[in-house]
């Protein structure tokens, strides 16, 4: 059990669109959601935290109305890249927690993003 | 902010020989986790160690947690060519919001030749 979804796992777009990322907890009510970002040779960097109903809580240095998350249940989480540069290709990861283990996050398969 | 380090940053190395990641940072965890990534996906849990001077085995891997909870060791006997990947650790630690995150280390990528 405990299986996260990501779609689609590649896209490609032309600088200037956006692009919507769907996180999905297969199995499970995820409490929270987390979005990271990890560049090529680079480590995951925790971008957001969201939870059901709520807005999310976005880090230090990631622009809340470039990145817009929507968490409308607890099994979905979408993070939507508006008006794509090429600096924002990245590999974007979410991750899920349940309720009573909040210290197991369990990953999705990742999604590229490419910006021409 | 946490920050942890890892080293080495990469390891190459041939089928059978022994290695040691380091994982190492100046705050206090509330507990670690070992993940391994592979190309084009996401990562993998690999173990959690919670108490201080914790040791913990899985197969040809043995974890350990420092006496500080502040750094933490992975030491892979006689690797394989399947053990290559991105090996990160990360610590849990309770943010500003109240909720648990993980901050994870720089990362060390193994690559095992045959």
């Known amino acids: 059990g405990a299986v996260v979804s990501q779609h689609p796992s590649r896209v490609i777009c032309k600088s200037g669109t956006s692009v919507k990322i769907e996180c999905r907890s297969l199995d499970f009510q995820a409490t929270t959601m987390f979005w990271y970002r990890q560049f090529p040779k680079q480590s995951l960097m925790l ?10 809580t976005y880090e230090q240095g990631v622009e809340k109305d470039k990145f817009l998350i929507n968490h409308a249940s ?5 993070l939507t890249v508006t ?16 309720t009573g283990v909040p210290d197991t996050q369990y990953f999705g398969p990742g999604t590229r993003l490419t910006v021409l | 902010t946490q920050l942890l380090e890892q080293s080495p940053q990469f390891l190459s ?16 965890f509330s507990s670690l ?21 914790e040791v913990k ?23 394989q060519p399947g053990d290559t990947g991105l ?23 193994l690559q095992v030749q045959p």
């Open chain 2, 33 to 53: 986790q070992w993940y391994r990534q592979e190309p084009g996906e996401g990562p993998v849990l690999l173990v959690t160690v919670v108490t201080g001077g």
């Open chain 2, 13 to 28: 190395i041939q089928e059978g020989e022994n290695l040691t990641v380091y994982c190492n940072s100046s705050s206090v």
């Open chain 2, 57 to 79: 085995k899985l197969k040809r891997l043995t974890f350990q947690f420092g006496d500080a909870r502040k750094d933490s060791s992975l030491h892979i006997t006689a690797a």
């Open chain 1, 74 to 78: 607890l099994t979905l989480s979408t």
């Open chain 1, 83 to 98: 008006s794509a540069h090429p600096e924002d290709s990245s590999f974007y990861i979410c991750s899920a927690t349940r």
């Open chain 2, 87 to 109: 090996y990160l650790c990360a610590g849990v630690h309770l943010r500003y919001t109240g909720r648990r995150a993980l901050t994870f280390g720089s990362g060390t990528r």
């Open chain 1, 47 to 56: 971008m957001a935290t969201s939870n059901e109903g709520s807005k999310a």
